[in-house]
């Protein structure tokens, strides 16, 4: 199994250009999270879909959109970059049986930076 | 306004030795804490979770603990190796969230040979 696995690895933008970030999971997980880790803040949840049809708003969703495309695929889309949005993005996923002790099972990383 | 703090500053240790690494938490009732693993240029690696009806939960060299009245959660590496060198997240759920959780900020360690 590849677990999560996240394109690109690394993305240099100019200012106002749009970008996808892509994430699939093969563990048939069926929630799925993209966060944002910026120097000394920890990771901040962006958007989460809970089960596939289902996104909602996480703590820093300004700027950003996210489609769940199916069960396996989560993408984040940033329409018009902004150089705040300079940052390392996380996809995660957890299998959510409806019990809340989930753990979390995060792919690479994707590393943008705003121009 | 709920609030994680994991001290900022770097832990340098001498290995052979246990580092103990703090989770304080503010209006918080989280249901449980887990703690992560990042090693540099990756994706954190969940490591433990405990509950709030648990006092310590312990794996190989780790051990952490959680006490709900004070808010705060200690993680142990005994007998640390460089190895163990990495930065180390806690983790809580947020309550009536689902399975959303929120993360500190981390602290990183560092074992010296």
């Not at chain 1, 018009?80 to 979390?104: D, I, L, M």
Request: contains cysteine.
């Amino acid at each position: 199994n590849a677990g999560v696995t996240q394109t690109p690895k690394f993305q240099v933008l100019k200012t106002g250009q749009s970008m996808t970030l892509q994430c699939a999971q093969d563990m048939n997980h069926n929630s799925m999270y993209w966060y944002r880790q910026d120097p000394g803040m920890g990771l901040r949840l962006i958007y989460y879909s809970a089960s596939e049809g289902t996104t909602d708003k996480g703590e820093v969703p300004n700027g950003y959109n996210v489609s769940r495309l199916n069960k396996r695929e989560f993408s984040l889309r940033l329409e018009s970059a902004a150089p705040s949005q300079t940052s390392v993005y996380f996809c995660a996923s957890s299998e959510a049986t409806g019990g809340r002790w989930e753990t979390q099972y995060f792919g690479p990383g994707t590393r943008l930076l705003v121009l | 306004s709920q609030k994680i703090e994991q001290n900022s500053e770097a832990l340098n240790i001498q290995e052979g030795k246990t580092a103990t690494l703090t989770c304080n938490y503010t209006n918080y009732s989280p249901a449980y804490l887990q703690w992560y693993r990042q090693d540099p240029g990756r994706g954190p690696v969940f490591l433990l979770l405990i509950r709030e009806n648990e006092k310590e939960k312990r794996k190989e060299r780790l051990k952490v603990t959680f006490d709900t009245t004070l808010k705060q959660s200690l993680f142990h590496i005994t007998a640390s190796q460089p190895a163990d060198s990495a930065t180390y997240l806690c983790a809580l759920d947020r309550a009536a969230a689902g399975n959303k959780l929120t993360f500190g900020g981390g602290t990183r360690v560092l074992v010296k040979p």
